[in-house]
Structure formats: C-alpha cells, structure tokens
C-alpha cells in the first residue's frame, strides 16, 4: 500500500544531544563511555604517551607534526603558523570592510540566514543544534530528529505508516487522540508489534460501521478477531456509567454488553457466607440434572420424615407409628420374631400373639442359605464351563439347544406365527363351538356372575334387594341393618338421605371437622357452601358489610339436601381492622331470611377483633326455614 508524505507544521526545535539511556543498550556514543570498560593500562590516545621516552623507536615513524617539519624539503608550508600574516580564517576578515565584494556571495550562515529569510530550504538534511523557526517545514524525504521534537500547533499526518517511538513517554497535551480521520475506512486503532516477531501483531479497532470495539488476533493466530465485551449500557450522561453487581452472575443484554442488575441476572453467587448458589426467577431443565449432594425444592419434600410432618394428625405412614398402639407382645415384623426365636435366622410370615415355647420349625428345615454358606443355591454361583460334568447333562436351555436333534422347536420364538398363549387370541373373533368359555370374563357373559362367585361355598342364594349382607363366620346373615338407596347408606333406615344416615343412637369417639378456608375478606355476596364444610373461615379483614347466603353449593340447593324436621349448623368466622363491617343481610338459596338473634339483639362489629358468628338452620318444611343465630366475639 503506497502511504502519502508524513506533513510537519509548526517550530522544528533540536537542542542538547542523545541521552545514552535512549540508545539501544552496548551503543557507545563517545569515548568517555569507553574509557571505563577497557583493561587497565590500555592505550586509548596519544596523549597517554610521551614519545621522547620510548625506546626501540622505529627510524622514520613519527607521531606529531613537530616531528614531520624537520624531515620536510625545505620551503614546505605545513601549517598557517608558518606565514603569521596570512588569511587562513574567515573570523580573520570583517566582511563589511571588504571591498568590491561579488554579488550573491556568502562568507558566513548569519550572511545566509539574513538573505533566505521567508524563503522555502529544501536541502536533504538538516543539521542543527539550535532552534529552527518559520511558519513551516516540509519535507518529502524521510528524517531523524535526535533530541525533542515540540510540536506547539497540529500535527498533521497525510501517510499511514508504522513509527516506533523509543523514548519511555508519549504525552499528549489534550484529552483525545484522533485517528483514522479518513471517513472512507471502517476501521481505526491501535497496533501493537510484538518485539522479536516478524509482522505479528496485536490491534485493537473501533468498527465504524457496527459502532462496536474488536480485538484483532495475531497474524497467523488460530482465530483472526473478537468483540470486545462491555459493562451494562449507559443512556445517561457520561461519567454515570454502572459497573457489575459483586455477586450476581453476569447475563449478555447485547452482542458487545453484559449486565448483573436484578432486571438481567436472576443467578447470585454467595461463595463467603451461604456457600450457596441462589436462582431468583424459575429453573427449567430440559435435559439430566445431576447432584452430588442433596437437592431440596421449597414444598418438595425429599424424604419420609418431611412427609410425615405434612400429614393430617393421626394418619400412620409406617410400621414404627403403630407399633406403640398394638397390644403387648404382637409380632408385627419379622425381626421381631427373631429375637425370640434366635438363632433363627429365617424370614416370617403371617402374625402371631401371645407367647411361643419350642421351635416354630419342624427339625431339619431349612429356612435360608445363610444356614449353609457352603451350599450352591443359584446357577450364578457355578461356572458352568469350569465343572466336571458327565457327558449329556446340561444345565440351561442354551446348552440344550445344541443337543437336539435337527428340526427340533424348544421355543415359540423359532415360529413366530404359532400362537403359544390366550393372549394371542381374540375370543370374539374365534370360532368356538356353543357353550365354550375359555375364562371367567365368558362365564359372567353368560351366566350373570362371576366364575369366582360360582365357585364359593358360601354365596348367597335369595336375599332381600338393596340390603347390605353381613357374614357370621362364612356364611350371611339372612338379615341385615344395613340399606343402600340411591349411592347413600342407611343404617337402621331403608330411607337414607344423605351419603351416611344412621337411625338410633349413635356413638363416636372423635370427630375431626374440615374447614373451609379462605383467604380472603368476605366479599358483598359471600356463600356459604354447606357441602364444602360446616365451618367456614374468612381470615381478611372485612372492607364492607355482606350479605350471608346458604346453599348446598353453585349447582344444588340447600332445599335439596334438607328433609323437613332437619337441623344443621355453620360456623362463620371473619377478622375485622381497623375499620369493622358485619353482616347486613340473610339468606337461602338466594330467598332472604331473617335469623333471631341470641339475647334478642343484632350483635355488632368491633375494631381489631375475629367474630365468631354461628347458625343453626331448622327446616319446617320445603324451602321453610328457621334461623337460630348467635355472635362471640375474640380479640
């Protein structure tokens, strides 16, 4: 590429001489360097020596122009001493007294630089030791500067080229470097050689036309560039720039700029005092997640123990909660009997209560191989290719095979068609002669029972229809208190309304009622689901008075579920703040009524309080009702 002249404008200024640090190092610059590093007693100069005391001097070689005049002819000039009134300088002639002087004739640099003052020099070098002033110097030649180069106007650079800069310090004097002021090329940097490499280098380069810096590799290198990546983008003045979150892992918001705000980056790294690595936003893994340790989810529970504490009060979810309610003495394990049986080392089935006296097994059973630890007890344990064997005996189908005669079929995958079991069949698609049944599902087709049924001893024959039989020992009952109607169950009642209706007197031991929880305040409409539970709990607190309704639920009314000379009684439970609502109005399936309040009065609401409202609901006959109410209050 042909690079245009290098242009300097402003003062040219050379002063002072090249520091030796500034030179490459071993460069001897005068001989006040070298005198130091040669040998004692080595002779440098002349001036170490005094010739009148040299001896074996050689005939005719002389060291001084004193000695070189007494051998001249004679009349030789050698020197201008020799002729004291001779002009052998010009320091010797006052130019200005010369007379009849040729025109354009100079005799000193103070007679040129009087005449070419505002005139343009264009020598090959220029040699100074002083300042050189004028508006400009221009140069289409290349050019060395030994001392410092001050530039007090622009510096203006038409050519690119490569300059190596050997002082330790650039400085400029504004707050930019202006480069690649050419709009034509897209890119503009910096460049770095690497010292002892042929060419290589390292750039770093704006993109004009991606807006974007790009580090260029090193030529040859594997890969030729990159983007540059950035801190988080910054729409606002400069100086106001963010940096990264200490902590919070790093996310691309761009192709060149990464960003650690919460908005970003939902991954924290919390490596001094958690030791734990926390994700803010969802966790979606698409392939296998693999853990060296324990893995715990927030409401996921990992083991047993975590289960159980999410369990309803009393349920049994293992052997060791129901050991302690079983009588004294049961065997429930197998492990159990062992302690009273030791050393027995079997395995137990069945239950048994009450004490043992003597072996449970007959003498000479053997109940496990640990009983005999020399015993082969399973193929796995023989090679069988290591055993002496009598010729013809084998010990799996494989060998089998190969000691069959020719044609011979050991197994239905040698014939694929052939059909080796029931499953393979279609009973409907068969055709079978009349009466044929080939399983129990053909049996109850055709003889309306089961096969298992048939087969019993103690079916039941006759029966009254829709009661529940009971058995004594094996055989039913020829009666019975127990009714189903409709999918409901009546006990002592062939007429039960509801999904458990028992007749006479009834006793339980514990009764467990769910609740019907809400988290919210009741709302201007607020119903009262009776199959969702008898109590019904508000835990918001009010922000306006509300209407109660009663109903079965959205699809079925409180009048159906209800026989007249029924009762049922709701709880309502509802938290108040600061501000306190209460119920204004009462109903039943959406018909108003009007409950008769405990002591006569309507209870009021309270400020910061829970009310404890109950209703007990008497049906005097369809879609008739009475309301008994009643209010407690808590705080």
């Not at 003062?11 to 005068?30: A, I, K, N, Q, Y």
């Not at 129990?440 to 009661?467: C, H, I, K, R």
């Amino acid at each position: 590429m042909t690079l245009p002249p290098t242009k300097l404008s402003g003062t040219f200024l050379r002063s002072g001489s090249v520091p030796p640090v500034v030179l490459g190092g071993g460069v001897v610059s005068s001989s006040g360097q070298v005198t130091n590093l040669i040998p004692t007693g080595t002779v440098s100069s002349s001036a170490q020596i005094d010739y009148n005391s040299i001896q074996n001097k050689l005939s005719g070689v002389v060291s001084s122009s004193t000695q070189v005049q007494p051998l001249l002819p004679g009349g030789t000039i050698s020197s201008s001493a020799q002729y004291p009134g001779w002009v052998t300088a010009s320091s010797q002639i006052d130019y200005n007294s010369i007379t009849n002087k040729l025109s354009g004739v100079y005799s000193s640099s103070t007679q040129a630089v009087a005449a070419i003052a505002g005139q343009t020099i264009a020598p090959s070098v220029i040699n100074a030791t002083g300042a050189i002033s004028g508006a400009s110097i221009q140069t289409s030649g290349n050019g060395t500067v030994g001392g410092n180069l001050t530039v007090t106007g622009l510096l203006t650079a038409t050519s690119q080229s490569i300059q190596y800069v050997s002082s330790s310090q650039f400085n400029v004097s504004t707050n930019k470097i202006l480069v690649n002021t050419n709009q034509s090329l897209q890119f503009g940097g910096l460049s770095v050689i690497d010292s002892g490499s042929s060419n290589n280098s390292g750039s770093l380069y704006w993109d004009s036309v991606n807006n974007r810096w790009l580090y260029e590799e090193v030529t040859g290198a594997a890969y030729t560039s990159a983007i540059l990546i950035n801190g988080p983008i910054n729409t606002g003045a400069t100086g106001t720039e963010r940096g990264l979150v200490v902590g919070r892992v790093p996310v691309a918001t761009g192709d060149d700029h990464i960003d650690t705000a919460a908005a970003s980056s939902s991954i924290r790294v919390d490596y001094t005092n958690t030791k734990r690595v926390d994700i803010e936003a969802g966790l979606f893994v698409t392939g296998a997640l693999t853990a060296n340790g324990t893995v715990t989810l927030a409401g996921i529970p990992s083991s047993s123990g975590q289960i159980q504490t999410l369990l309803p009060g009393s349920t049994v979810s293992s052997s060791a909660q129901v050991t302690a309610f079983l009588p004294a003495s049961t065997i429930s394990s197998s492990t159990q009997f062992k302690t009273l049986t030791d050393p027995f080392t079997g395995s137990f089935t069945g239950s048994f209560n009450g004490a043992h006296t003597g072996s449970i097994l007959a003498a000479g059973v053997v109940s496990s191989s640990a009983q005999y630890p020399g015993w082969m007890t399973s193929s796995t344990q023989v090679v069988w290719s290591s055993v002496n064997y009598n010729t013809g005996i084998v010990s799996s189908s494989g060998q089998v095979q190969l000691l069959l005669p020719g044609s011979t079929v050991s197994s239905s995958a040698q014939y694929p068609g052939w059909m080796t079991s029931s499953a393979q069949v279609v009973w409907s698609s068969v055709n079978y002669s009349a009466g044929i049944v080939s399983s129990s599902a053909q049996f109850n087709a055709l003889t309306g029972t089961s096969a298992s049924y048939a087969a019993t001893s103690s079916n039941l024959n006759g029966g009254t229809a829709n009661y529940i039989p009971l058995w004594s020992s094996a055989t039913a009952q020829s009666a019975s208190s127990m009714y189903q109607l409709t999918g409901n169950i009546g006990i002592n009642n062939t007429v039960p309304s509801a999904s458990l209706h028992i007749s006479g007197s009834t006793m339980i031991q514990q009764v467990v009622e769910k609740i019907a929880f809400t988290g919210s305040a009741p709302i201007a409409t607020t119903n009262i689901d009776i199959t969702s539970g008898s109590i019904h709990y508000r835990s918001g607190s009010t922000s306006t008075n509300w209407t109660l309704n009663f109903r079965g639920d959205a699809s079925t009314t409180l009048n159906s579920i209800m026989y007249p000379n029924q009762s049922l009684t709701v709880a309502v439970v509802v938290n108040h703040g600061a501000t306190p609502y209460s119920a204004s109005a009462h109903q039943i399936d959406g018909k108003a009524v009007t409950p008769r309040w405990q002591g006569s009065l309507v209870p009021t609401a309270s400020a910061n309080t829970t009310d404890f409202y109950s209703y007990t609901i008497f049906k005097l006959a369809s879609a008739s009702y009475d309301v008994f109410a009643s209010q407690v209050k808590f705080s």
